[in-house]
T-cell receptor, first 111, second 116 residues
């Protein structure tokens, strides 16, 4: 699975949109981009995934560039409860389902 | 729906002792994963089961770690003997199956192991 690169940390003001970038320049055609987050002292939680089209669900939006070499997770109205480590993961499908976590981005939402 | 259950939540042992962790996945989930998360790092897959068969154990230190999933439901992970570097959070996750695109993994709260 392709390696992903994320900034180690970001800040966001409460109520504003949080835009978390991810680079995956070596992603292959059958690899999906998955986002998970991990709130302190909890297990990771699935957020969203996509292949090449933009995706939106009740938690977030995922914007994938046309060349698929990068993507952005958008939390439209960040709250203090969104403070967490966010992981961007490239995963093949079909595949074993294995998730390879990097260091992720620590998002700090501030009042 | 009940989530993934793990016990104990915390464990402190001395090096060279043995320890076991238990995981009960979400009912009906065929795939079960054990991850190790060292402080400051992302989780690392140790072993993956599909029903009661092992799919991937390439990252499991087999000289000291063992895992089983009898009857394809709950699972235990054992460390014997423990080393200082085994101090970590051990996370269990489950999913309906592993091969599909929509393969959301549901994680338990983890067991925090401290080896002194």
């Amino acid at each position: 699975d392709a390696k992903t690169t994320q900034p180690p940390s970001m800040d966001c003001a409460e109520g504003r949109a949080a835009n978390l970038p991810c680079n995956h320049s070596t992603i292959s055609g059958n690899e999906y981009v998955y986002w998970y987050r991990q709130i302190h002292s909890q297990g990771p939680q699935y957020i969203i995934h996509g292949l090449k089209n933009n995706e939106t669900n009740e938690m977030a939006s995922l914007i994938i560039t046309e060349d698929r070499k990068s993507s952005t997770l958008i939390l439209p109205h960040a709250t203090l409860r969104d403070t967490a480590v966010y992981y961007c993961i490239a995963r093949s499908s079909p595949g074993t389902g294995k998730l390879i976590f990097g260091q992720g981005t620590t998002l700090q939402v501030k009042p | 729906e009940a989530g993934v259950a793990q016990s104990p939540r915390y464990k402190i042992i001395e090096k060279r002792q043995s320890v076991a962790f238990w995981c009960n996945p979400i009912s009906g989930h065929a795939t079960l994963y054990w991850y190790q998360q060292i402080l400051g790092q992302g989780p690392k897959l140790l072993i993956q089961f599909q029903n009661n068969g092992v799919v991937d154990d390439s990252q499991l230190p087999k000289d000291r770690f063992s895992a089983e999933r009898l009857k394809g439901v709950d699972s235990t992970l054992k460390i014997q003997p423990a080393k200082l570097e085994d101090s970590a959070v051990y996370l269990c996750a489950s999913s309906l199956d592993s091969s599909g695109v929509y393969n959301e993994q549901f994680f338990g709260p983890g067991t925090r192991l401290t080896v002194l």
